[in-house]
């Protein structure tokens, strides 16, 4: 059995980047459909399996995941089923029909030991239960569909689900001052960008015999990298822009905010190899953080703008 031309199925349905590649291949006229849970439960393979076969898409796409770092650490057999067991089972399924599987990775596979971005061949080492079963599920489904694009991305934000962006609005609306963690250092990155970058590599993905240099790892991330500080100042700043409070943030230290899972000091990554294959290369993430607070706050306000900026603008 082989899969039909076109038709892309996404797993995951209210998950931030499912939800943005529903926006962006519904803007584009692009033919899928997406299946979550109970149709597809990533914890109970066989169901994978089963929707995948009988939708016969083009391509898998999947955008579901055990995503909560901290609670992994405690959950670590769930985590494993979700993000090894279950994408092994989708990229299996995918295999079975002839369809590529694009599978969505993290920065959290690295260590942060590097002060440089990271590429995709640099060894990995996760440094805790998220990032194994993330690493994990890498391995699974590049062994189980030889048609594999992995992309690993990091710090997703959108105006959906749950993520640093409406965390920060959410405190600043509450608080005068904000504590915000100043050494880690990463590459925010839009869901609505990913998406749109899934969206570009698709005709290749759907053209390409299985040795193609369109499979394999890629990371895919917004350009520029800060650290979670840096990230909570343009998120208050542009937030202000529009109309909000601007809560004081404080620069504090990973030490001075324990969490249950260590996270990597340093975990930017290198983009030269998706630009080379696919040339793609995504915006600045400030600019993609624009956009998502003009969809979650509105427009930045003209009284607003500080005088350097309107001096700068050319209309
Ligand atoms: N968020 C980040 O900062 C970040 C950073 C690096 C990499 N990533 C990776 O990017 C991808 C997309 O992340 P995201 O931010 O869009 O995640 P998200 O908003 O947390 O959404 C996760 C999605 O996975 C679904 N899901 C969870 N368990 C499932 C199961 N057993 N069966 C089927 N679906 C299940 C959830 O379904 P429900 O809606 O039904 O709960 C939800 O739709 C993931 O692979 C993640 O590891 C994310």
């Known amino acids: 059995m082989t899969a039909e031309r076109g038709t892309i199925l996404i797993i995951g349905r209210n998950g931030q980047l499912a939800r943005a590649l529903h926006d962006v291949f519904t803007a584009s006229a692009q033919q899928f459909i997406a299946l979550g849970r109970p149709e597809i439960d990533l914890s109970d393979p066989p169901t994978a399996k ?3 076969i009988a939708a016969r898409p083009a391509v898998v796409i999947n955008a579901a995941a055990y995503t909560a770092v901290d609670r992994a650490e405690d959950d670590a057999e769930a985590a494993f089923a979700i993000n090894e067991a279950g994408a092994k089972a989708a990229a299996e399924a995918a295999a079975e ?3 590529s599987i694009v599978h969505v990775s993290t920065d959290y596979v690295f260590d942060g030991k590097k002060d440089s971005p990271y590429v995709e061949s640099d060894p990995t080492a996760p440094l805790g239960v998220y990032g194994s079963s993330k690493r994990a599920g ?10 594999h694009l992995i992309l690993r991305t990091s710090w997703v934000f959108s105006p959906y689900g749950a993520n640093f962006v409406k965390t920060m609005l959410r405190l600043n609306s509450e608080r005068s001052e904000l504590n915000v963690v100043d050494d880690q250092f ?21 053209d390409s015999s299985p040795d193609s240099q369109a499979f394999g790892i890629f990371h895919v991330v917004n350009a520029g990298t800060t650290t979670w500080r840096g990230f909570a100042e343009a998120i208050i700043g542009a937030a202000h822009r ?22 990597p000091g ?12 696919f040339g793609i290369h995504l915006r600045p993430w400030p600019n993609a953080l624009s956009e998502c607070l003009d969809q979650l706050i509105g427009p930045t306000r003209e009284d607003m703008i500080q005088p350097q900026e309107a001096f700068g603008r050319s209309t």
């Not at 990463?186 to 759907?206: E, H, Q, V």
């Not at 409070?245 to 620069?251: D, E, G, I, K, T």
């Open 138 to 147: 890498e391995l699974a489904v590049a062994a189980a569909n030889p048609k």
């Open 266 to 277: 340093y975990s930017a990554l290198a983009t030269d190899k998706i630009t080379g294959v």
């Open 242 to 263: 529009r109309g909000a409070p601007r809560a004081n943030v404080r620069a504090i230290g990973t030490k001075d905010y324990p969490t249950r899972a260590s996270r």
């Open 97 to 99: 029909i002839g369809a």
């Open 50 to 52: 089963t929707a995948i």
């Open 186 to 206: 990463g590459n925010p990155t839009s869901a609505l960008d990913l998406a749109r970058a899934i969206a570009r590599m698709l005709p290749k993905l759907l």
